[in-house]
């Protein structure tokens, strides 16, 4: 069975810009995760969709936004792209149990000048 | 705020020896506990999880919950050159939508 695909897997952008990131999660697997990778701040969790609905959210300004489709394949989006946003964005997928495990993705780096 | 707490090390261990890894996390609630392994430059990947407390093995890892003390631990035994990575403990919150909360890791080095 194939993996978490992210696409794309390296952005440069600059500050003001938007993005957009996409995950395909795992067949079957009905839970999309998002989450920001930074060397200071570690793992946060942004943001679950679960059936195109946005289950949980972290805490992360509004810029930050997600969807989900039908086919479970979820995009997340960075408005007006900070120096800060420079990070590893992380998606991982799951069943969509409370004790699902997750399972990540190679992952796409974004780079903010 | 939920936090998840590690020593981010690095932890040094020769190999062969046994590698020991600890986290603590505040949520009293939490349910479900992971450790995930992540080399340099790739995303994380499952190592184990563990729901009730106790000890749980698979192969060389073996995972310890103690709910009672908010404590998670990590074993590996025989440690591996190969086993060198940051391990990340990851909790899920009492909500059945909540996030993972992970602790900013624990580098570890196996000395060959």
């Known amino acids: 069975k194939a993996g978490v695909t992210q696409t794309p897997r390296y952005l440069i952008k600059t500050r003001g810009q938007q993005v957009t990131l996409s995950c395909s999660p795992i067949s079957g697997h009905r839970s999309v995760s998002w989450y920001q990778q930074t060397p200071g701040q570690g793992l946060q969790f942004l943001f679950e969709y679960f059936s195109e609905t946005q289950r949980n959210k972290g805490n992360f300004p509004g810029r930050f936004s997600g969807r989900q489709f039908s086919n479970s394949r979820s995009e997340m989006n960075v408005s007006t792209l900070e120096l800060g946003d420079s990070a590893l964005y992380l998606c991982?997928?799951?069943?969509?149990?409370?004790?699902?495990?997750?399972?990540f993705g190679p992952g796409t780096r974004l780079l903010v000048l | 705020q939920k936090e998840v707490e590690q020593n981010s090390g690095p932890l040094s261990v020769p190999e062969g020896a046994i590698a020991s890894l600890n986290c603590t996390y505040s949520?009293?609630?939490?349910?479900?506990f992971f450790w995930y392994r992540q080399y340099s430059g790739k995303s994380p990947e499952l190592i184990m999880s563990i729901y009730s407390n106790g000890d749980k093995e698979d192969g060389r890892f073996t995972a310890q919950l103690n709910k009672a003390s908010q404590y998670v631990s990590l074993l590996i035994r025989d440690s591996q050159p190969s086993d060198s990575a940051t391990y990340l403990c990851a909790v899920k919150g009492t909500g059945g939508a909540d996030g993972l909360t992970f602790g900013k890791g624990t580098h570890l080095i196996i000395q060959p």
């Open positions: 991982a997928s799951n069943l969509g149990g409370i004790r699902e495990t997750q399972y």
């Open positions: 949520d009293r609630g939490s349910q479900s």
